[in-house]
């Protein structure tokens, strides 16, 4: 085949309203009993084979612990070398398919997942993860079809990107895929992220060893069926469910591992760039290393701002998903003026709030992810009886008998540097420091860029557009995704390329042109047509 192939333009994928009475409704609504019904066996998937290893773990939703759904099966270091082992043996064949076959199996995943696979992708998502149909039909359906699309185009655009030529000279670049294979290590908060960390090293060619959390390997099975039936080769996508220490051994000690794709931690991802660094001269090349990590995500509010929009700001964005997103507001900044305003607004949002299993359509807020991340919760909310610079607000109470469930929590602090200001706690707690008014503007904003290590994502809130000004230069470095009158969270895929920096993170932008680009290598030809036949310049002449 030959030809300059146009790719269809991506436009982002309508989101779906789930409303009573709509037929998407009806469907996921069945689907989800369905899967709530039985218990299915989970393998491993490597070199295109369904691989058991006996030592099973139960899955069960984190908003009903008692119930179980189903069994992974944990792998060992021997599964992490065949993984390894699959990858590389399928490497030379993918890396020499042409591109528009490979941008045609990641077209035909979206197209399966806004069909046939959206139900059960979300009710997946619903049951292992514990979201609402809407906060799953954002991400598991909307976000990776957005996903695969889009970094379609966005690959054509990288290998469009080619340098000028004189005459007699033929200057090119093809953006060849690393040599060696991509490592993707990928949280439980997201399956759209879950996807697309090992599927966008794929396009570009790469083959990849992908390690999910163990808290959504359920959703995570369905992401490797999706890939099956867009027709991802053997052996480009190899997914295995081992602990993080078990991986690290292998991997990072692998001559041919060529990079990782990674989103968790702050401290996981330090350890990684550390034993990475401390084993360069094993490997081929340098590797990439391309990671979103933690984030204390702000919400400051100027005296000239909206008390109602801040307020619903601080519903959805701190409390949608349980908190439990990188981007979600968890301190707040409010003058004084507005505070009494903006807490009785939220006060009756949260007594509004229900709480439950997302099998029940009206339940806003469900459980966190697990008895871990329960505790840790717990154990931050109780300290703050104890302590005279804070109090709660709203919420505070934990319950864990059928399933982890904490109230969105409201704490409302005196000392700007108090722990929850500080700390990533990753689930529905906000703290709030309320400012005084007439401080200068400019003295609050010093503060919110120096309180936390992060630089994820923030948002202003502001009716001044001179205060609008000064915050977006002061916080230049705060937030890499910065959000003027809006909540901090809710990124779309060609819209608001995702990601931040200091301790948050590269900032690779996934969902757009950079991140991808991490994930080739380029080679420069230079082709001369007639080449000279004297070695003698001009200038040499008498």
């Not at 992490?80 to 941008?103: C, D, G, K």
């Not at 630089?455 to 202003?460: V, W, Y």
Request: aromatic fraction near 12%; include cysteine.
């Amino acid at each position: 085949m030959s030809g300059f192939f146009n790719v269809p333009m991506p436009v982002n994928e309508p989101v779906k309203a789930y409303a009573p009475g709509s037929k998407e409704r009806e469907e996921l609504q069945r689907v989800y009993k369905e899967l709530k019904g039985q218990q299915i066996d989970i393998p491993m998937h490597i070199g295109g084979e369904e691989v058991r290893s006996g030592n099973t773990v139960a899955i069960a939703p984190p908003h009903d612990h008692k119930h179980v759904i189903g069994h992974f099966h944990q792998g060992d270091a021997d599964h992490v070398n065949q993984a390894i082992n699959a990858a590389l043996a399928a490497r030379e064949e993918w890396a020499n398919m042409p591109w528009q076959s490979r941008a045609a199996i990641f077209l035909k995943a979206a197209e399966l997942l806004a069909g046939p696979f959206r139900a059960k992708m979300n009710a997946a998502t619903m049951l292992g993860q514990s979201k609402n149909a809407y906060q799953a039909e954002i991400d598991a359906a909307c976000e990776l079809i957005d996903f695969f699309r889009f970094n379609v185009k966005f690959m054509t655009d990288i290998y469009a990107i080619q340098p000028e030529s004189q005459p007699g000279i033929w200057n090119r670049m093809e953006h060849r895929p690393l040599e060696g294979f991509v490592f993707a290590l990928t949280p439980f908060n997201f399956t759209s992220i879950a996807g697309n960390l090992p599927a966008a090293p794929a396009l570009m060619g790469n083959v990849v060893v992908w390690k999910p959390a163990n808290t959504q390997i359920y959703s995570a099975n369905v992401l490797m069926e999706l890939f099956k039936a867009a027709g991802v080769p053997d052996g480009v996508i190899n997914l295995v469910y081992v602990d993080g220490p078990t991986a690290g051994e292998v991997i990072f000690k692998h001559r041919d591992f060529a990079g990782i794709h990674f989103t968790g931690s702050t401290g996981v991802f330090n350890n990684i760039w550390k034993t990475i660094g401390e084993n360069l001269n094993r490997y081929r090349g340098y590797p990439r290393i391309v990671g979103e990590t933690g984030g204390k995500d702000f919400i400051v509010a100027h005296p000239s701002a909206n008390a109602k929009e801040v307020a619903v700001a601080i519903s959805r964005g701190a409390f949608e998903f349980q908190g439990q997103k990188c981007s979600a507001a968890s301190r707040a900044y409010i003058p004084s003026n507005l505070w009494e305003e903006i807490k009785d607004y939220l006060i009756a949002d949260l007594k509004s709030f229900k709480m439950g299993d997302p099998e029940d359509f009206s339940n806003f807020i469900n459980a966190v992810i697990d008895e871990k991340s329960f505790d840790k919760l717990k154990k931050f909310i109780d300290n703050v009886a104890n302590d005279p610079e804070a109090e709660i607000i709203a919420g505070g109470k934990c319950d864990k008998s059928k399933g982890y469930f904490i109230e969105p929590t409201i704490i409302k602090s005196s000392d700007p540097a108090y722990v929850t200001m500080c700390e990533e706690l990753f689930g529905p707690v906000l703290t709030v420091y309320v400012y005084d008014e007439n401080t200068p503007f400019e003295d609050t904003l010093t503060l919110v860029d120096s309180t936390s290590p992060y630089a994820l994502t923030g948002a202003i809130f502001s009716s001044d557009r001179y205060a609008i000004e000064l915050a977006t230069k002061k916080l230049i470095h705060s937030a890499g995704n910065f959000y003027i009158n809006d909540k901090p969270t809710g990124a779309v895929v060609g819209q608001q390329p995702f990601g931040g920096a200091r301790a948050s993170g590269t900032n690779d932008k996934a969902g757009s042109v950079f991140n991808l680009i991490r994930w080739t290598s380029t080679r420069t030809i230079k082709e001369t047509f007639v080449p000279p036949v004297d070695y003698r310049y001009p200038f040499l002449a008498k």
